[in-house]
């Protein structure tokens, strides 16, 4: 028996979030499983969650991602913890390193040790789950701080309320192999970018396999998010919409980093794409950005987009499923998103 995939969607953050959130409503009702509202330099994600959380009943309701940098690990837990009370036991924390660009030119704050410190606010969040109190003494992170360091007067607490669960869902973004290798280990579900589902498990297999060694049973098989635009259309509208998708890929793989800094570009690699990536943040960086989008590969374009008649768009679906997506994230492309979904959803459960 095929299993069921959740159907998935990146919910608006640009324009006016009361307006997202009233059209999530409808989403819902259509058979969405799980809405993810990311977290930029705009709107934090927060405040949307939390309304989202009180016009919605049954949509699973993540972050994703919050930047690890940008919360100190207990308000992240506090935050969590909140959300999923408010929620009824709906929320999934989404958590990732972001990158230098944001991190430093945002928020301030030295873009270090990424992956250990995402381990540690990880653990320290559970403990906080847990309601223990929070004894914490690690590279990036000491709980309490010690005398040194401050006043002396630091005493070790734990949550004042009682959590809906203690086991509230980890996921994180990641695309480097150690990165990946430490999803695959300690989290609940793992949110690539960028993901090409007939060439996944060429750049991340390894990396997934080694992590998946180490994993705790009691965690469960791990989550994986991953998709793309979906419209059941003719050829030409199809090749429209695959074209819909040059803005961010150049956006992100010629322009999310300085050169040797950027790890969009460096999956692009490892995926057989070195002179398109190269040519793409070359264009990019020297201003050329509608020559940047003309470069970014018309193959990588029709692998992850799922767009065409209904054959194709089903014979793409099935590829993310074999290539481990257990969570289909959509961008319906069309005038009616919530029967779209409904299509997509008779298809996956």
């Given amino acids: 028996m095929v299993s069921p995939m959740k159907l998935s969607m990146m919910l608006s953050y640009a324009g006016d979030p009361v307006e997202a959130a009233n059209a999530a409503v409808g989403l819902e009702k259509a058979g969405l499983d799980v809405g993810w509202v990311p977290e930029l330099y ?41 959300l999923d009370a408010v929620s009824e036991g ?17 928020h301030g704050v030295p873009y270090d040790r990424p992956i250990g410190r995402q381990k540690e606010l990880i653990d320290i969040c559970r403990k906080v789950w847990r309601r223990e109190r929070v004894e914490h003494d690690g590279p990036s992170y000491q709980l309490p701080l010690p005398s040194d360091q401050g006043t002396g007067l630091g005493k070790p607490l734990k949550l004042i309320n009682h959590p809906k669960r203690a086991d509230i869902p980890v996921y994180i973004a990641s695309l480097g192999p150690k990165n990946v290798e430490v999803t695959a280990e300690i989290a609940d579900g793992w949110l690539p970018a960028f993901f090409h589902p007939d060439k996944a498990n060429d750049v991340w297999g390894e990396a997934l396999k080694a992590g998946h060694a180490k994993r705790d049973p009691a965690l469960g098989p791990m989550e994986v998010v991953a998709g793309g635009a979906v419209a059941i259309c003719d050829e030409d509208q199809a090749k429209k919409i695959r074209d819909g998708g040059r803005f961010m890929t150049a956006l992100y793989v010629g322009g999310m ?38 470069a970014v ?24 499923r074999d290539a481990g997506v257990t969570q289909l994230q959509i961008s319906p492309a069309g005038p009616d998103p919530a029967a779209l979904i409904e299509k997509i959803k008779s298809w996956v459960a």
């Avoid at 999934?92 to 944001?102: D, K, R, T």
């Avoid at 960086?285 to 509608?290: A, D, F, Q, T, V």
């Avoid at 692998?303 to 209904?310: F, I, L, N, R, S």
Wanted: without cysteine.
């Fill in 42 to 82: 705009g709107f934090d994600a927060i405040s949307i969650l939390g309304y989202l959380a009180a016009k919605t009943d049954t949509m699973l309701l993540g972050s994703a991602i919050l930047p690890i940098y940008s919360r100190t690990p207990t308000l992240t837990a506090m935050t969590a913890a909140g």
């Fill in 90 to 106: 709906r929320f999934i924390l989404g958590i990732g390193a972001s990158g230098p660009q944001v991190i430093e030119g945002w």
């Fill in 257 to 294: 980093g300085a050169k040797g800094k950027n790890f969009y570009n460096n999956i692009f690699r490892q995926y057989g794409y070195e002179e398109e990536a190269e040519t793409i943040q070359d264009l990019y960086l020297s201003g050329r950005k509608e020559e940047a989008m003309a």
């Fill in 297 to 320: 590969p018309d193959d990588f374009l029709e692998a992850t987009a799922m767009v065409g008649d209904e054959g194709r768009v089903r014979e793409r679906i099935q590829a993310y």
